[in-house]
Antibody, heavy 117, light 107 residues
Framework: QVQLQESGPGLVQPSQTLSLTCTVSGASIGDVGYYWSWIRKPAGSGLEWIGRIYTSGSTNYNPSLESRVTILQDKSKNQFSLKLSSVTAADTAVYYC?????????WGQGTLVTVSS | EIVLTQSPDFQSVTPKEKVTITCRASQNIGTTLHWYQQKPDQPPKLLIKYASQSFSGVPSRFSGSGSGTDFTLTINSLEAEDAATYFCHQSGTLPLTFGGGTKVEIK
């Protein structure tokens, strides 16, 4: 069974960088045919796709966030990560890591990140 | 980007009733449309992939149809455990986008 688990600080100060890691079990992020993604849901709003990374290391980002987002992978640890710089209160959300294959077929439980001083 | 518009936003339904949720895409997306169920404090669960294909383990009362710009999720004979928010998602064009969601309440 594929499982994903987000980890990282739950509180980030404004203007700082949000950093999250996703640990994958039951599958390898090196497997061909899958994208490994970050998606977020602000309170009271819908889901927003942040971006994804493929096993080759190539990435796609949402243009609305592209200038502030970096997604990296560490195949030795079977992890991928998200960095979002210059955060504001608008970045407060539940952040999910997920696997894309046919749609998003597996999701992490999600982690709440609050941007506040 | 492709905008997905769901309707209705909210639906209150009695058990065993049939539920129909629609999702309209702002551009033709073929069948690259997927449906999810999300309950409070849980991650979304994939129900239907590529407009009409049931994902593994999903009860047969859930079905999907449509192509191009108009899509439908149908729940036949609603059960109490189906109380949740349902939303659509397109994976055909970057950036990937999601519908706003339809909350289904059990009367």
């Amino acid at each position: 069974q594929v499982q994903l688990q987000e980890s990282g600080p739950g509180l980030v100060q404004p203007s700082q960088t949000l950093s999250l890691t996703c640990t994958v079990s039951g599958a390898s992020i090196g497997d061909v045919g899958y994208y490994w993604s970050w998606i977020r849901k602000p309170a009271g709003s819908g889901l927003e796709w942040i971006g994804r990374i493929y096993t080759s290391g190539s990435t796609n980002y949402n243009p609305s966030l592209e200038s502030r987002v970096t997604i990296l992978q560490d195949k030795s640890k079977n992890q991928f990560s998200l960095k979002l710089s210059s955060v504001t209160a608008a970045d407060t959300a539940v952040y999910y890591c997920a696997r894309e294959h046919w749609g998003v077929d597996y999701w992490g439980q999600g982690t709440l990140v609050t941007v506040s001083s | 980007e492709i905008v997905l518009t769901q309707s209705p936003d909210f639906q209150s339904v009695t058990p065993k009733e049939k539920v129909t949720i629609t999702c309209r895409a702002s551009q033709n997306i073929g069948t690259t449309l997927h449906w999810y169920q999300q309950k409070p404090d849980q991650p979304p669960k994939l129900l239907i992939k590529y407009a009409s294909q049931s994902f593994s383990g999903v009860p047969s009362r859930f079905s999907g149809s449509g192509s191009g710009t108009d899509f439908t999720l149908t729940i036949n004979s609603l059960e109490a455990e189906d109380a949740a928010t349902y939303f659509c998602h397109q994976s055909g064009t970057l950036p990937l986008t999601f519908g706003g969601g339809t909350k289904v309440e059990i009367k």
